[in-house]
């Protein structure tokens, strides 16, 4: 659980509206910021005080990885997963913007467009690369040049080798610094995949190894072969799923997790009710949780923690990720946002803490609530939990 303040500073608390209000300033400066002017850009940032306000200033560590206590979840940048966003350039800025403002830890994967938002995330940091951590996915049958799906998982190791090659390129650097297998491969042993990655580390293009959605007999097998840094899996206030397992394995072996879809897919932040209709093609439409029924029946999570929010003085966004980071020392969440309000309102969910008393009364009220609804369409849920064959 993080320390306890008795009079947090209430400035950050109110990145909700300084956000909004900062957002064109910050959209503005960087706008006129190319990859080839970055020191103009850094001193109009630091010249900014509401952007300056919204600096990430805390620090976690995931294993032996050092990241900002918040990252910056980029799969939602090619616009289409969850609907369309202003334009490519803008979150080309939201990425550089983010990583001005102190965040350090940048997700994305193959997976994510395809190839896309690799692409948005390599241009984006290409001026700051050595001060932030990249990480992304493999283990998708996906053509590495032109992004063509040609199948379900695919961890062999010559397509991992293959694959990790073309991402150096789309993300401009010569190291991923946190590479995760983003499916088990249920026809490849995980010692092979794990030993492929240790190869990788050897030559320098990798530096660490993390699973996502795992079954727990892989991750004591790959972390055998090569230690894991992270586990990426589903975890929020509407999702608790990790603490039964994953949790104590990641605590028992000194591995960081990365909840991915901290914000529920948007619904923990109260944005989502029963009368949300999510555009054509919107991965979200599809989740069970999310037919309207279930919005209806899971809205008692959405009230809890708008109380909590007021008592707290913090928005329903910022509650969300301070309860996840208040977890565990380890946990360091990944929202994703398209939107600079939204990016600077979650940061100052940092300076959010709990006492032992309040966390113990809002984990109480948080059991009470049932949540109705599978978190993922059926198939997708299939390829979560998978373990490994054997060799
Ligand atoms: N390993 C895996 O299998 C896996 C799977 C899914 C995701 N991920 C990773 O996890 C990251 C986050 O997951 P996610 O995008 O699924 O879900 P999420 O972060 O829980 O939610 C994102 C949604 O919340 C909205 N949002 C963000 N901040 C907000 C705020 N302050 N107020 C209101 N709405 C807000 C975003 O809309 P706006 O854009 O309008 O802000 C977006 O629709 C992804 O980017 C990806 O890197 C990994």
Known sequence: MSTHRPRPDRRRFLMGAAGLAAAPVVAGLAAGCTSAQPSQHSRAEVDNPVTKAATITGRRKLGSLDVSSLGLGCQTMPGKLYGPVTSRADMVTLVRTAADQGVTFFDTAEAYGPLESERIVGEALQPVRDQVVIATKFGFDFDPQTGQRR????????????????????????????????????????????????????????????????????????????????????????????????????????????????????????????????????????????????????MPLVQLIQEWAVRKGVTPAQLSLAWLMAQHSWIVPIPSTTRSAHLAENLGAEEATFSADEMRDLNSALAGISIHGQRLQPAVLAQTGVEAPRQ
């Open 151 to 298: 199948g379900g998982p695919n961890s062999q190791p010559d397509h991992i080798r293959r694959a990790v090659d073309a991402m150096l390129q789309r993300l401009r650097t010569d190291r991923i610094d946190l590479l995760y297998q983003h499916r088990v491969d249920p026809t490849v042993p995980i010692e092979d995949v794990a030993g492929t990655v240790k190869d990788l580390i050897a030559q320098g293009k990798v530096v660490h190894f993390g699973l996502s959605e795992p079954g727990l007999d892989t991750v004591r097998r790959a972390h055998a072969v090569q230690p894991l840094t992270a586990i990426q899996n589903e975890y929020s206030m509407l999702w608790r799923g990790p603490e039964n397992e994953i949790l104590p394995l990641c605590q028992e072996l000194g591995i960081g997790f990365v909840p991915w879809a901290p914000l529920g897919m948007g619904f923990t932040t109260g944005t989502i009710t029963p009368y949300t209709r999510f555009v054509e093609g919107d991965f979200r439409a599809a989740v069970p949780r999310n037919s309207r029924e279930n919005l209806a029946a899971n």
